[in-house]
C-alpha cells in the first residue's frame, strides 16, 4: 500500500490544476472553494506595502489594488525573475498547491509530478529547486511534457480508443492545437509518438467570439480534410473555446464512427497517472514515447561480441535529447571503418553511415582501442566523436579523433 498523496500538478500559462491517485488507482481532480472549481488562476501579486505574497484567486482578487504587482502566465514569467526571486515565487505557489492537496487527500504529498505546455531546462531547474526547498527528494518528483501527460492518460484508456489516431483539440483564449497520438507496435517496444500542430492562423478565440457560426464551418473543413487521410478513433476537446458555442457541424463530422470526449482535466489526470506510473506502479514498460524533447529514432553501432556480429544501443527513442549521451568502448581488430545505423520506427525507415578510421595508427591485431561518444546537439541532430585510446602501456593515444554531426 502507498503511503502518502501521489499528485499530479498542470502548471499552464492561464490555469493551473492539481489531481491525485484515490485509493482505487485513479486521478482525481481536486477542486477549491465550491466543489466544481478545479482552475486556479496561474497568477501571483506582491503586496508592497505589507510584504506579502497572494496566490491564485486570492492574487485575482487584488486586482483593483494599486499596491499589488501582479504576475500572470506564471510558466513564462517566472524564467525572467532573477534566479532567487524566481525559486522563491515557485516555491511558493507549490506550497499553496501542496497544501490544497493535503486537506483534501488527508495525507502527506508523497510524490509530485508537474506538467508544463514546452519542458525548458530552465523552467526545469526552477521547479526541481521550488520542490527541493519545501522537502521533496530529486527521486520524488518529475517535469513532463504537455503531450507526455496526454501520452499517460490515453495509455490508461480503454484500447478500442487509441487504436487508431487520436486528436486532442485544446482551444484556449491564447491558442488553438491539435495534438494527435499514433501508437506503432513493432517487434520491440510499441511508440507512442505525438506531434502538435498549431491551429492558431486557421482559428483564433477572438474570431470565434465574433463569428461562431463561421468558426464552426472553418473547423469543420479543418476535420474534413484529416480524417479522408487518416483513420481517428477518438477525439478529446479542451479549453474556452469548446465550451462558448455547439460547434454542430463540427460535431456532426467528428461523431462519426468516433469517441468524442469534452473536458479541461485530460492533461492533470495524465500527469496523475504518469506519477503513478513512473514512482509506484510501473504498467507501461513496454511503451516508448517519441514527442517534442524526446528522441525520435534509434541509433546503433555494429560491433563483434565473442567473434559474432552485434549492435550497442548509443541513443534509444523516447530520451529527452538534452540528456541523450552515451560512451562507449571497443577494441578493434583493425581501426578501418565504423559502422552505425538510424533505425526511424516511426516511419519505418533505416539508414547506415560509417566514420573512416584508416588515419588511426597501424598496430598488430586488436591492440587499438577506441572511444565513441554520442550526444544530441538539438532535437534534430546528433554527433558521434570517436578517439584514439591506445592500449595500455603498449600503445600510447596518439589523441587523433574522427567525428560526424548527423541531421535528421
Known amino acids: ?12 500559462k492561464e490555469y493551473t490544476q492539481i489531481a491525485y491517485i484515490d485509493e482505487n488507482g ?33 492574487a ?8 499589488c504587482k501582479f504576475f500572470i502566465d506564471l510558466p513564462e514569467v517566472i524564467q525572467q525573475q532573477e534566479e532567487e526571486k524566481s525559486y522563491f515565487m515557485m516555491q511558493s505557489y507549490f506550497s499553496y498547491l ?12 508523497k510524490n509530485v509530478l508537474v506538467t508544463v505546455e514546452e519542458v525548458t531546462p530552465k523552467l526545469v531547474e526552477i521547479i526541481s529547486e521550488a520542490l527541493f526547498l519545501l522537502g521533496f527528494e530529486e527521486e520524488d518528483f518529475r517535469v513532463l511534457s504537455h503531450s507526455e501527460s ?4 490515453m495509455l490508461n484508456q480503454n484500447k478500442d480508443i487509441w487504436i487508431n489516431q487520436v486528436y486532442f483539440f485544446n482551444f484556449s483564449k491564447e491558442k488553438f492545437e491539435n495534438r494527435r497520438l499514433k501508437v506503432i507496435h513493432g517487434r520491440g517496444p510499441s511508440v507512442a509518438y505525438v ?3 498549431d491551429l492558431s492562423e486557421m482559428l483564433t478565440y477572438d474570431q470565434l467570439k465574433e463569428n461562431p457560426k463561421q468558426a464552426d464551418q472553418i473547423f469543420a473543413k479543418y476535420l474534413e480534410e484529416k480524417f479522408a487521410h487518416q483513420v481517428v478513433s477518438g477525439i478529446y476537446l479542451s479549453g474556452d473555446g469548446f465550451y462558448e458555442e455547439d460547434w454542430a457541424k463540427s460535431l456532426s463530422v467528428m461523431c462519426g464512427n468516433r469517441r468524442v470526449f469534452k473536458g479541461n482535466n485530460l492533461i492533470v489526470k495524465g500527469a496523475a497517472f504518469a506519477a503513478k506510473e513512473l514512482f509506484h506502479i510501473p504498467n507501461l514498460e513496454n511503451y516508448l514515447i517519441s514527442c517534442k524533447g524526446r528522441t525520435r529514432v534509434k541509433v546503433t553501432m555494429a560491433v563483434k561480441y565473442k567473434e559474432r556480429d552485434n549492435t550497442i544501443t548509443l541513443s534509444n527513442v523516447g530520451d529527452y535529447w538534452s540528456q541523450a549521451k552515451s560512451r562507449a568502448e571497443c577494441i578493434m581488430e583493425q581501426p578501418t571503418k565504423a559502422f552505425f545505423e538510424v533505425n526511424d520506427l516511426l516511419n519505418q525507415k533505416k539508414d547506415q553511415f560509417e566514420l573512416d578510421l584508416t588515419g588511426f595508427p597501424e598496430r598488430p591485431p ?4 577506441i572511444e565513441v561518444n554520442f550526444r544530441y546537439l538539438d532535437e534534430k541532430r546528433f554527433e558521434i566523436v570517436i578517439k584514439d585510446l591506445g592500449f595500455g602501456e603498449l600503445f600510447k593515444s596518439s589523441g587523433m579523433e574522427v567525428s560526424k554531426i548527423y541531421e535528421l
Open 26 to 58: 485513479n486521478p482525481e481532480s481536486i477542486s477549491f472553494g465550491t466543489e466544481d472549481n478545479y482552475l486556479i488562476p496561474s497568477v501571483m501579486c506582491y503586496h508592497e506595502n505589507l510584504k506579502e505574497w497572494y496566490v491564485g484567486e486570492e
Open 98 to 109: 501542496i497544501h490544497l492537496a493535503k486537506k483534501r487527500s488527508g495525507q502527506s504529498v
Open 60 to 67: 485575482v482578487n487584488k486586482e483593483e489594488n494599486p499596491q
Open 1 to 12: 500500500m502507498i503511503k502518502g498523496t501521489i499528485l499530479g500538478i498542470d502548471f499552464s
Open 366 to 369: 586488436k591492440t587499438t582501442r
Open 150 to 153: 496526454f501520452v499517460y492518460y
Open 195 to 197: 506531434d502538435v500542430d
